[in-house]
């Protein structure tokens, strides 16, 4: 079975929108990225009735579908038998207005005839309560409302509205615009309103792109994954989603279809620090500012691994039993267990994440005693929880262990205090870190190598390989010219590649033996590679893993070993944050390449 993961990304950090090869936007949710989708055709199974918003062309036989260069813009051009073709554009706005950035709850969609007879039907379908209402639309003057228990929908139009309505076929003679936002009237020119908002946003994206510090080469894939990262943002609070979407499962009629749409810390550390390679700033900012707010939801000072995007909004998993699921294969989930698991190796992530704001002196607010304070508290929790067991960063439900991962985490988390402080000029606490990094780091190598296997091993007891391990020397646990690591990477490399691809691990968890390859643990094991000096064998499988980005140039979560199709939640963060790091870490300097370059 074909995934067909073929999909584009759209927003401005509320919403977001997944748009596939045809125009159909068949998943955004509503009000905001983790909200209700009211276009959710991706999980309606084969055939959805609903949930979905696009426009059909009599005869179609072809379409195409390209980004506006360096925005989150889409095109997608339709065309029929007779050579009659025509045009969609979609985005969500996003620009500056008022000395704030602009990014309502919206998605303006034009259509432009190009040539021929363009005969045409839009189909606007969407739906609430996870499938559960279906919204008849009520007519207005030149809009439809789709009313529902929670909010509703206004889409305002200068297409005849019986036809938009009724989804009744009518020559598209000239560009029609469609805008669905909150129900408020529209005040102003609807085209020449979008016409302005679609160049206000091109011109914000083609800004921010303009003062990202890209590689070399693979300019255009990181770019588009550094805006794909982007749009997992969600500015209002700060906090960033693993992924867009929900329950695509990591492989077909797999049960590991799970609810990504949430913050973890961990997923969000990794994105942060891929946009800070990029001088993009901005989102570790308003980051450390929605972990402030977590931190202080729990007196305990206790983390949990993964967080609402808006703090305190609980995340009990459930099923969502109207929709089918991808392709049919459900259940849809809503929410997420893990949020109850303990994960220690969050506190790590925590502080790895904030530590930039010490140390860069482009920042206009930088890291103060105050934010050092905070974070020595979380410091706390690393050092007591670094050998407590737990389910591990790959989130195991049925066993808990002391995992080197999490320890290796702890350590971070009390070495990079240490050099906060002394920063910021405080001898006595940088000591006093200094040691407890010391403390956590011997005992973790004291059950970590495993002189029998040749390799560091991933827990204190039944240690195995896992992809976990490759990070040792990146996070500076180890040098890379260590001989343990080394020998750790060529373990790794033997025991959990599969067809060019890596495994998180081999052996047996909650729900059988994994079945996909997970895309980041690729990635890292590129890095790996360029580490320990074994670099033409490094960018020979980043080539390959590019090659398996979709047409829009995005990944998800997992790669099938044997049919080389995504499968997984998309756009992931951890997927498009390895693409940027090794990226950065193979290409040629611009010294080398263009201006020694010949």
């Given amino acids: 079975m074909s995934s067909n993961l073929n999909l584009a990304t759209i927003g401005n950090g509320t919403i977001a929108a997944m748009v596939d090869p045809r125009g159909r936007i068949n998943w955004c949710c509503w009000p905001r990225i983790d909200g209700d989708p009211i276009f959710s055709a991706l999980l309606g199974g084969e055939e959805p009735e609903a949930g979905f918003f696009d426009v059909v062309l009599d005869g179609q036989v072809k379409a195409s579908r390209r980004y506006q260069a360096n925005t989150a813009i889409i095109e997608t051009i339709l065309e029929n038998a007779d050579g009659a073709r025509l045009r969609i554009t979609d985005f969500a706005p996003r620009f500056k207005l008022y000395d704030r950035i602009y990014r309502p709850a919206m998605l303006v969609r034009r259509i432009e005839p190009l040539a021929g007879t363009c005969r045409v039907s839009v189909r606007l379908r969407p739906h609430f309560k996870w499938g559960e209402q279906h919204p008849a639309p009520v007519r207005g003057s030149n809009h439809m409302r789709f009313a529902g228990d929670d909010f509703?929908?206004?889409?305002?139009?200068?297409?005849?509205?019986?036809?938009?309505?009724?989804?009744?076929?009518?020559?598209?003679?000239?560009?029609?615009?469609?805008?669905?936002?909150?129900?408020?009237?529209?005040?102003?020119?609807?085209?020449?309103?979008?016409?302005?908002f679609e160049e206000k946003t091109r011109d914000y994206?083609?800004?921010?792109?303009?003062?990202?510090?890209?590689?070399?080469?693979?300019?255009?894939?990181?770019?588009?994954?550094?805006?794909?990262?982007?749009?997992?943002?969600?500015?209002?609070?700060?906090?960033?989603?693993?992924?867009?979407?929900?329950?695509?499962?990591?492989?077909?009629?797999?049960?590991?279809?799970?609810?990504?749409?949430?913050?973890?810390?961990?997923?969000?550390?990794?994105?942060?620090?891929?946009?800070?390679?990029?001088?993009?700033?901005?989102?570790?900012?308003?980051?450390?500012?929605?972990?402030?707010?977590?931190?202080?939801?729990?007196?305990?000072?206790?983390?949990?691994?993964?967080?609402?995007?808006?703090?305190?909004?609980?995340?009990?998993?459930?099923?969502?039993?109207?929709?089918?699921?991808?392709?049919?294969?459900?259940?849809v989930r809503v929410g997420n267990q893990a949020a109850e698991q303990v994960q220690n190796d969050g506190y790590g992530h925590v502080v790895l994440a904030a530590a930039q704001m010490f140390f860069d002196q482009r920042l206009p607010n930088r890291g103060d005693r105050a934010l050092f304070e905070l974070l020595e508290g979380v410091g706390a929790k690393a050092a007591e929880f670094a050998f407590e067991p737990d389910a591990g960063l790959w989130e195991l439900r049925g066993k808990r262990r002391v995992h080197t991962f999490s320890a290796v985490m702890s350590w971070a988390a009390c070495s990079r205090l240490a050099r906060i402080a002394r920063v910021l000029e405080l001898p006595e606490r940088a000591t006093y870190w200094k040691e407890q990094a010391a403390t956590i780091r011997t005992r973790i190598?004291?059950?970590?190598?495993?002189?029998?296997?040749?390799?560091?091993?991933?827990?204190?007891?039944?240690?195995?390989?896992?992809?976990?391990?490759?990070?040792?020397?990146?996070?500076?646990?180890?040098?890379?010219?260590?001989?343990?690591?080394?020998?750790?990477?060529?373990?790794?490399?033997?025991?959990?590649?599969?067809?060019?691809?890596?495994?998180?691990?081999?052996?047996?968890?909650?729900?059988?033996?994994?079945?996909?390859?997970?895309?980041?643990?690729?990635?890292?094991?590129?890095?790996?590679?360029?580490?320990?000096?074994?670099?033409?064998?490094?960018?020979?499988?980043?080539?390959?893993?590019?090659?398996?980005?979709?047409?829009?140039?995005?990944?998800?979560?997992?790669?099938?070993?044997?049919?080389?199709?995504?499968?997984?939640?998309?756009p992931q963060t951890y997927s498009m944050v390895g693409l940027i790091d090794t990226a950065m870490r193979l290409s040629k300097t611009w010294e080398e390449a263009f201006w020694r370059g010949s």
């Fill in 152 to 196: 509703t929908l206004r889409a305002t139009t200068d297409l005849p509205i019986v036809y938009v309505m009724e989804e009744r076929p009518f020559v598209l003679d000239k560009t029609a615009t469609i805008v669905l936002g909150p129900d408020e009237p529209f005040a102003a020119s609807l085209a020449e309103t979008a016409r302005a």
């Fill in 205 to 331: 994206w083609w800004e921010w792109v303009r003062y990202l510090s890209i590689p070399f080469e693979w300019q255009d894939a990181v770019i588009r994954a550094a805006i794909s990262l982007k749009l997992c943002a969600y500015e209002e609070t700060g906090g960033i989603v693993a992924a867009l979407t929900t329950s695509i499962p990591e492989a077909p009629h797999s049960i590991r279809n799970w609810d990504y749409r949430h913050c973890w810390l961990r997923d969000s550390y990794f994105t942060v620090r891929a946009l800070n390679q990029l001088g993009a700033t901005r989102t570790m900012e308003d980051f450390i500012r929605y972990l402030t707010t977590v931190i202080a939801s729990d007196p305990s000072g206790r983390l949990a691994p993964v967080y609402s995007i808006v703090p305190g909004t609980p995340l009990e998993e459930r099923f969502a039993p109207a929709l089918a699921g991808f392709h049919g294969m459900g259940p």
């Fill in 445 to 570: 190598l004291s059950f970590a190598w495993n002189e029998e296997m040749n390799s560091f091993v991933d827990a204190e007891e039944d240690g195995q390989i896992d992809a976990s391990l490759l990070l040792l020397a990146d996070l500076g646990f180890v040098r890379p010219d260590d001989p343990r690591f080394i020998a750790t990477v060529e373990r790794v490399g033997r025991d959990l590649k599969r067809n060019g691809y890596l495994m998180r691990y081999a052996g047996e968890d909650d729900f059988g033996l994994p079945e996909t390859s997970f895309t980041i643990c690729s990635f890292w094991y590129v890095c790996a590679l360029d580490m320990i000096g074994r670099r033409d064998e490094a960018r020979e499988m980043f080539a390959s893993l590019l090659d398996r980005r979709n047409e829009a140039g995005l990944l998800s979560e997992d790669i099938d070993n044997q049919t080389l199709e995504l499968w997984g939640n998309i």
